[in-house]
């Protein structure tokens, strides 16, 4: 990255290393400096809960709107029910409103802990596009929307063209998409003055047409930043887990098990991740990422504390340490782990280790469970486990079981009811 930024919000981008592209670094650094930028992100509505996959953007509009600018969350009410097609192998499964709904609900959840939505002139925006797309007319659309669009053109964008090159179906409806996002920017910058779209570099061709579009329109100079695809050092996708999606509600994942996840980052990851998803000084963040052998364990510590405490509060960070540190240096229960409750009707004359091992998120399946023991990886009560056979019946449950996986995967069951 050769350019020089003098605005503080780009710096921030290019110094934490949140950018990939700009569609043109000067004017939008100009327009940073003049005054207040609205700039939006959209997410779509597909589940209850963003995951840590979309952290990076979350983490760039809570940047914007700590340098001064203004953020615009935008619900993706409408274009859910279409599906963004971007990179997939296959058509996303289609919601009703009434999930979709449901689904917005759960996700401002999220958003409410990271951005201040209260008056102010840099005081984000939480819209919905459902609320201009909803009452489109088709015919209209097509002539006053539909004909700024090449379809040349958007066969050549690199999300289209890696499905059609598979020779995988692409829907007239899923092709639509793309023009349903650029129509997005037009009318927030028609009705809001949004001059910004930020999103994943899997999102450059959806924005360069919002601003192709704009422009032609509205004659309106408007600006495209996109933050790089992250996986992991190993090379995984963000976001995802042995045991499924990393979920930022905590109704969805509990605090201790997001804690986790951050403590259980690999080495080569530490210092990265301690600019992207906190706010510790670049500095510190190089100097934590710099620690080898058992100091680089408590540089994890401070990332999963810092991660956790601007997703779930500073109590919720300290809570879930007091309880890993209580789990691993006394081999005590802890009062945050993960917890599979069970009925007397669940246990009934009793209950296999192996699908306790499975029910507890422990393993994905019961033919993982029992390799988990058979391999000396499982421990109850901190003990290990060699029996697949076992039952565990109302007596054995008299006080919660510790199920443990390896040295950092651990899970209580108790009786309940």
């Known amino acids: 990255m050769t350019y020089h930024p003098k605005s503080d919000f780009l710096r921030v981008m290019i110094e934490r290393g949140f950018l990939a592209d700009c569609t043109d670094y000067q004017g939008l650094d100009e327009a940073l400096i003049k005054g207040v930028v609205p700039a939006y992100i959209g997410f779509d509505a597909t589940a209850k809960s963003?995951?840590?996959?979309?952290?990076?953007?979350?983490?760039?509009?809570?940047?914007?709107?700590?340098?001064?600018?203004?953020?615009?969350?935008?619900?993706?009410?409408?274009?859910?029910?279409?599906?963004?097609?971007?990179?997939?192998?296959?058509?996303?499964?289609?919601?009703?409103p009434d999930q979709i709904d449901a689904n917005i609900n759960g996700i401002k959840k999220v958003f409410e802990?990271?951005?201040?939505?209260?008056?102010?002139?840099?005081?984000?925006?939480?819209?919905?596009?459902?609320?201009?797309?909803?009452?489109?007319?088709?015919?209209?659309?097509?002539?006053?929307?539909?004909?700024?669009?090449?379809?040349?053109?958007?066969?050549?964008?690199?999300?289209?063209?890696?499905?059609?090159?598979?020779?995988?179906?692409?829907?007239?409806?899923?092709?639509?998409?793309?023009?349903?996002?650029?129509?997005?920017?037009?009318?927030?910058?028609?009705?809001?003055?949004?001059?910004?779209?930020?999103?994943?570099?899997?999102?450059?061709?959806?924005?360069?047409?919002?601003?192709?579009?704009?422009?032609?329109?509205?004659?309106?100079?408007?600006?495209?930043?996109?933050?790089?695809?992250?996986?992991?050092?190993?090379?995984?996708?963000?976001?995802?887990?042995?045991?499924?999606?990393?979920?930022?509600?905590?109704?969805?994942?509990?605090?201790?098990?997001?804690?986790?996840?951050?403590?259980?980052?690999?080495?080569?990851?530490?210092?990265?991740?301690?600019?992207?998803?906190?706010?510790?000084?670049?500095?510190?963040?190089?100097?934590?990422?710099?620690?080898?052998?058992?100091?680089?364990?408590?540089?994890?510590?401070?990332?999963?504390n810092e991660v956790t405490a601007l997703a779930h509060g500073r109590a919720a960070a300290e809570a879930a340490e007091a309880t890993a540190r209580e789990v691993f240096e006394k081999g005590g229960t802890g009062d945050d782990l993960p917890t599979l409750e069970l009925t007397a009707e669940d246990l009934g004359d009793g209950i296999s280790i192996v699908q306790l091992i499975t029910r507890s998120g422990l393993a994905k399946s019961g033919k993982e469970a029992k390799r988990l023991i058979t391999e000396n990886g499982a421990r109850m009560n901190d003990e290990p486990l060699t029996n697949a056979g076992l039952m565990i019946d109302a007596a054995a449950l008299a006080t919660p079981i510790k199920l443990s996986a390896g040295k950092k995967r651990h899970a209580l069951v108790t009786l309940v009811g």
């Open 50 to 96: 963003l995951h840590v996959g979309s952290l990076i953007q979350i983490m760039m509009l809570r940047w914007l709107q700590k340098t001064g600018h203004k953020p615009i969350t935008l619900m993706g009410g409408g274009t859910t029910k279409v599906g963004d097609p971007s990179f997939r192998a296959d058509e996303r499964p289609l919601l009703t």
């Open 113 to 304: 802990n990271y951005i201040d939505y209260a008056e102010a002139p840099n005081g984000a925006l939480m819209l919905n596009n459902a609320e201009w797309l909803d009452g489109l007319n088709y015919l209209d659309f097509l002539r006053d929307i539909g004909r700024h669009f090449s379809v040349n053109r958007m066969l050549a964008f690199e999300s289209v063209k890696s499905r059609l090159d598979r020779e995988q179906s692409l829907s007239f409806l899923e092709f639509n998409y793309m023009i349903l996002q650029a129509y997005d920017f037009l009318e927030l910058n028609r009705r809001y003055g949004c001059v910004l779209q930020m999103g994943g570099s899997d999102q450059w061709g959806n924005i360069v047409n919002g601003i192709d579009l704009t422009r032609r329109v509205l004659d309106h100079e408007i600006y495209g930043l996109t933050s790089p695809l992250l996986t992991t050092s190993d090379g995984k996708k963000m976001g995802k887990s042995q045991s499924g999606a990393i979920w930022l509600n905590e109704d969805m994942l509990s605090s201790y098990e997001f804690w986790q996840f951050w403590r259980n980052t690999t080495d080569a990851d530490v210092g990265r991740f301690l600019k992207l998803y906190t706010e510790l000084p670049i500095e510190e963040c190089e100097r934590l990422g710099a620690l080898e052998g058992a100091e680089i364990n408590e540089a994890k510590i401070i990332l999963a």
